[in-house]
Every structure is written in C-alpha cells, then in structure tokens.
C-alpha cells in the first residue's frame, strides 16, 4: 500500500501542496482571483445595467455610442483587450498624477483587474439584460405607469425584478467567464491562481501536480457557483409555473 | 351629439362634480387618425359605458385619458384639473401625470398583474410604494379587498397559478386599493374564457352600484345596458351616438349603430 503509494508520487505531491508551502500560494492565488471576479462581475452588472437602458431608451447619441462599445469589447480578442486596457489605463493614470505634480503611482493589481475585466464584462452584461428587459412584458410596465409610478421605481420594482428570471442563466455564464478571465491577468503580472501555479511549477518541476491542483480549483469554483445560481434563478423564477409542468 | 356635457345630465346630476372630461381629443398612429375628436364627460358616479367595433378607438381614447397613449391634441381634465399639455399632446409635467394617474385606476384586458408578486404584493405595491400609506394598514385593507373579490385566501398565490377569471378580480382588487375617484375598464372580460366572464362581470356590477365612476370599454352590451346610465357609441374615432342605454339600445338613430347591435345581438 505505501509502496504503491510512493510509486505514483502522491507523498511527495501531498508534501509540496501543503498549506505552509506552494499549497499556501495556490488559495492565496484563488482569493485573488476570486476576489478580481467578484469584483469585475460586479462592476459588469453596474455597466450593463446602464448600457442596457441607454441603449433600449437612451437617445441617438447614448445608443451609438453603447453601439461602439459593445461592438469593439466584444470583436477584441480578451486577452489583447487586457493589455491594452492594463497598460493604456495605467498610463493615463500616471499622466494625470504627473500633471497634478505628484510621481508615478503604484498601480493596485486587484483594482486594475477589476476595471480591465469589469469594462469586458460590462459589454457582455449590456446585452445580456437588454434582452431580459425585452422580455419582460410589455402590459407589466404599462400598470405600474398607469398607477403613477414614477420612471426609477417602476425599474426598481417591477421592470429589474420581472427580468432577472431571464438575465439570470446568461449572467451565469458570465459569472463563470469572469473567474476563468482573472488567469489572462497573469500576462501583467498579477498574482492569481494561473501565476501562482505557474510559479510554483517551474520551482519545482511538479508540472503535473500544480496544474492539476489548479484544475480542480476552478472546477470547484465552478460547482459551487452553479449551485448557487441555481438558487438564485429558482428565486427569480418565483410565481412562474415550472416548464415540466406539476407543482410549484 | 357632439356637446360636450352630454354625459347624463338630468337636472338631479347637475350638482355633481365633474370627474373626467375629454374635449376634441385626436390621437394618430403615424398617418392613422384613430381619434377624429372625441368629446366626453363623466360625473362623479357616472359609468359610461363605450361600445365600437373593433379599431373604433375605444381603447386609444381609454388609455388616452391616463397617458399611456400620447393624445395628438385636445384637452383633458381630471376632478377639475386640467393636464398640462406640450404642443405634440406629451404631458408637460411628469409629476402632475403621475399624481393624476393614482386617482385614475385602470383594469387591463390581460389583467397585467406583476407575475413576481403575490396576489397580496399585487393588491399593495401602488398604496405602499406610491402612495406611502404605512405597510400594516395597506396589508388589511388589501385583505379586505381580495375576501371583496371572493379570492380570500389566495393572498399569497402567484398570479400564473390562477384562472383569468381570479386575475382579473385580483387586479379589480388591486385597482379599489388605490382608492381611486374613477376606474377605467379596457374590456375586462375580453380575454376571459365565457364561463369566467360572469364572475368579473359581478364584480364590476357591485362596484357600479355603491357609486364608484367608471369608464368601461366592453363588448357585453347585455352588461353595458344594465350597469351604465350612459352609453357612446364610437365609430371610427368619432362619437356616433351616445345617451341613456334605453335609448341607445333600445331606439338606435344612427344606421351604423343599428348594424353594430345587430352585429353583436
């Protein structure tokens, strides 16, 4: 049994994942990525929002322009999109402290990675709940202007909550993206789970355990957001009866 | 026929106050002029009853009356207030508009109620959100008025898990929350299977006779006859006849009205 155990190596892969050594690095790498996707997901559903109303009853300008944005954040590659957003992003940022007087600024990685992919994100979002909020129908939207209710409430309390059973499953799907997103900041130096373990591999050659490790990181990630979703669409599906039919 | 105050002015109701009134109102869709100018007034405790074909206007110039439709011009006139009007017919004032639009409660054809509340939600969205009354009080009330409209009880079914018979007597509900100084009813029964008609119907019967001022668009003229005291006959966006219901029914001047009871008898 140990014999077996010491030939595929699982004693010393247990030993360079452990939490005091790379395996320490690893959760380290995942909390920040975790933390860039909350974040950037967040920021997304913001700009989504606003993109999606500007573009179903802003004016001409407004809807152009929303037109530009998400046609060019979605036709650029991500990854290009990352790099240029990082680097233009911190450049402006630097000029401007330059011209106030100030030095050159220490940009903070998980701000940076939250704007870079929250502007990505925000592109995808836009169109997602723009199609949520063509769903919702038309008669729901007409009661609450007949009862007086003015233009921000009726989208706080009828139009947001009658179109999240149809944005919910898209922004899943974003959600996923936007953890599986935070390994492409590994190209400007950001430490999550991608860098972390890519550091930890060429340490010490362990390819195979680090990376698999890392594997099973995001599939966990992944398996728990789905239940979590799954929750969170079954509420806002409320008092839609089930499509298989049967009980509530 | 085309006075302005033809809306059941015997001498008794003279006294009354004015609740709607509706003078020369056109309303086009793009080159279509649905409303020719359409003259209406309703007193407090009137139910007018307007009857047409269909693309008669009857319901443009139903949703006209609380702006969900933008009249092309004309002037309306609500308890005494008149709605202020830029020159293209859009309501000046957006607060005035709502604030008028809370004393002018409307029943839809598809019920509309908001399929992610309740039926209790329902009934108390607009007095909570709207009209500030403290939660508690507008929870009883809300009781009240579902156990009125015989779905006491339901209080915390969805929507989708009744029949349109009990959707239409939630939103009738929902409506009489409001407290409202006149109804507007676009045709309520007309997406109703028949034997659910009678149930709405009855409601609307009860309401018509504590008093309550109403504007109902139907296409039950056995109904129309029994609960108005006055009825419009509108024919292409223009009132064609309008009187007391024995009169409109019973003795029809008009030849295109006399075709449309034969139409619909």
Redesign the interface.
């Known amino acids: 049994m140990t014999g077996l155990f010491e030939l595929l190596g699982l004693g010393a892969s247990a030993e360079l994942l452990s939490l005091s050594g790379w395996g320490g690095n690893l959760l380290r790498g995942l909390a920040n990525s975790l933390q860039i996707a909350f974040g950037a997901f967040g920021l997304g559903l913001v700009i989504g929002l606003f993109g999606a109303y500007g573009k179903l009853y802003g004016g001409k300008v407004t809807r152009d322009l929303l037109a530009i944005y998400t046609t060019v954040i979605r036709a650029v590659p991500e990854l290009v999109l990352i790099l240029i957003l990082y680097y233009v992003g911190s450049d402006i940022i630097n000029k401007i402290s330059e011209g106030l007087g100030g030095g050159r600024v220490e940009i903070n990685g998980v701000a940076a990675g939250i704007w870079v992919l929250g502007v990505v994100q925000g592109a995808y979002a836009t169109e997602v709940l723009r199609g949520a909020i063509k769903a919702v ?1 038309v ?2 939207i ?9 233009a921000f ?1 009726i989208m706080r ?2 139009t947001i ?2 179109m ?2 149809f944005a919910v499953p898209g922004l899943a799907n974003l959600w996923l993206i936007a953890t599986k997103d935070t390994a492409l900041l590994a190209v400007v130096g950001f430490n999550e789970l991608t860098l972390e373990t890519r550091q930890a591999a060429s340490s010490t050659r362990a390819y195979f355990t680090f990376f698999l490790a890392a594997g099973f990181l995001y599939l966990m990630v992944t398996l728990c957001s789905g239940a979590v979703f799954a929750r969170v669409e079954k509420w806002a599906r ?4 089930s499509l298989k039919g049967g009980a ?1 | 026929m085309d006075t302005a105050t033809a809306a059941a002015s015997s001498p008794e109701t003279d006294t009354r106050r004015e609740a709607i009134r509706v003078e020369d109102l056109h309303k086009s869709f793009g080159n279509l002029e649905v409303l020719k100018g359409v003259d209406l007034t309703a007193q407090q405790g009137d139910v007018v009853a307007i009857i047409g074909g269909s693309g008669s206007g009857k319901s443009t110039m139903l949703r006209c009356i ?1 702006f ?1 439709e933008t009249p092309s011009s004309g002037k309306i006139v609500i308890g005494g207030e008149e709605v202020a009007m830029r020159g293209d017919g859009s309501p000046a004032n ?1 607060k005035q508009i ?5 004393k ?3 029943v ?1 054809q ?9 039926l209790l939600e329902n009934v108390i ?2 007095p909570v ?2 009209l500030k009354v403290p939660k508690a009080e507008a929870i009883a009330r809300a009781h009240e008025l579902l156990n009125r409209v015989g779905l006491g009880g339901k209080e915390d079914t ?4 009744l029949s349109g018979g009990q959707q239409q007597r939630a939103a009738i509900a929902r409506a009489l929350a ?1 407290d409202p100084s006149a109804m507007l009813f676009d045709e309520p029964t007309s997406a109703l299977d028949p034997e659910l008609v009678g149930e709405v119907l009855t409601v609307i019967r009860d309401l018509a006779a504590e008093g309550r001022t109403m504007l109902l668009v139907t296409h039950e003229m056995k109904f129309a006859r029994e609960v108005a005291n006055h009825v419009v006959y509108l024919y292409q966006g223009r009132i064609e006849e309008q009187g007391p219901p024995a009169e409109v029914f019973g003795n029809p001047q008009s030849e295109r009205l006399k075709q449309f009871l034969s139409s619909v008898a």
């Open positions: 129908p008669g729901q007409e009661a609450a202007k007949s009862y007086g209710m003015p409430m309390r009828v909550p009658a999240m059973s409320r008092g839609q009866p509530r | 609380n969900l957006q709502e604030r008028i639009r809370t002018l409660a409307m839809f598809q019920f509309n109620l908001w399929t992610h509340r309740t969205e607009v959100h709207v969805y929507p989708a898990y409001v």
